[in-house]
């Protein structure tokens, strides 16, 4: 596991939950390999208590399996879980992206200049951990304009089943065109363009769905198996 430090305001179990969280979406933690309460509590610095705690959390949003004497294990991808959690995001980032160009103070856009222009350096060093970061930070900062953070902090919740993909499409996907979308969009929260804006936050969140094929192809292990209706 990648272990960062522990945030001022975080109590155990969040910050158990936060490096947990992260290092499954960073696939440190792949799909179908076993997670020790007791070794993640000691990497940690933390009692067991608090790490249980985040795996019974990540086990209601089925990122995480529990079985019975035999510990916890990180789930296999479920395609529809990852479908399921790309509408809840669309629905709300296209809605979200409107308001943003009503309510948009002067130094938000800045915000998302600095970060776009990040995101062409870390494009250019090939740097797919950074520019998953900033594409993060780049949504985050539009839910700050629209003043919508806690319908943003909700969506986070059951985001882990498309950022695990979405972490794999950037190192699989040879479309480059994230960069550019993060551009337009700025620019069309710039010139409150609502009707613009939310046609291309649509097309940008509707990159990621075209990418099951490809990384499926790539990690064929870390995917439930396709079913039949």
């Not at 947990?20 to 509590?41: C, F, M, Q, T, W």
């Not at 000691?42 to 529990?66: F, G, H, M, N, Y």
């Not at 943003?152 to 089943?161: R, S, T």
Request: glycine share 4%.
């Amino acid at each position: 596991m990648r272990i960062t430090e522990q945030l001022g305001r975080e109590n155990g179990r969040d910050y158990a939950l936060r490096m947990l969280k992260e290092n499954i979406v960073r696939l440190e933690l792949e799909p179908g390999s076993s997670i020790s309460d007791r070794e993640v509590a000691a990497q940690l610095s933390l009692s067991r208590t608090p790490v249980r705690e985040a795996l019974l959390e990540l086990a209601k949003s089925r990122v995480v399996d529990i079985y019975p004497q035999r510990g916890s294990v990180v789930s296999l991808i479920d395609y529809d879980l990852v479908e399921e959690a790309y509408f809840v995001r669309k629905v709300l980032e296209t809605a979200v992206v409107e308001l943003a160009c009503e309510k948009a103070a002067d130094s938000l856009p800045e915000d998302l200049e600095d970060n776009v222009k990040l995101q062409r350096f870390y494009q250019q060093e090939r740097n797919t951990e950074k520019l998953m970061e900033l594409d993060d930070e780049f949504h985050r900062l539009i839910f700050k304009a629209a003043g919508k953070m806690q319908a943003y902090e909700m969506m986070k919740g059951m985001m882990v089943h498309f950022d695990r993909v979405r972490n794999m499409a950037l190192g699989t996907i040879k479309d480059r065109s994230l960069v550019e979308d993060h551009e337009k969009i700025l620019k069309a929260v710039r010139s409150h363009d609502k009707e613009s804006a939310r046609a291309l936050m649509e097309k940008h969140l509707s990159r990621y769905q075209v990418d099951e094929e490809e990384v499926r192809r790539r990690y064929p292990g870390y995917f439930k198996p396709v079913t039949g209706d």
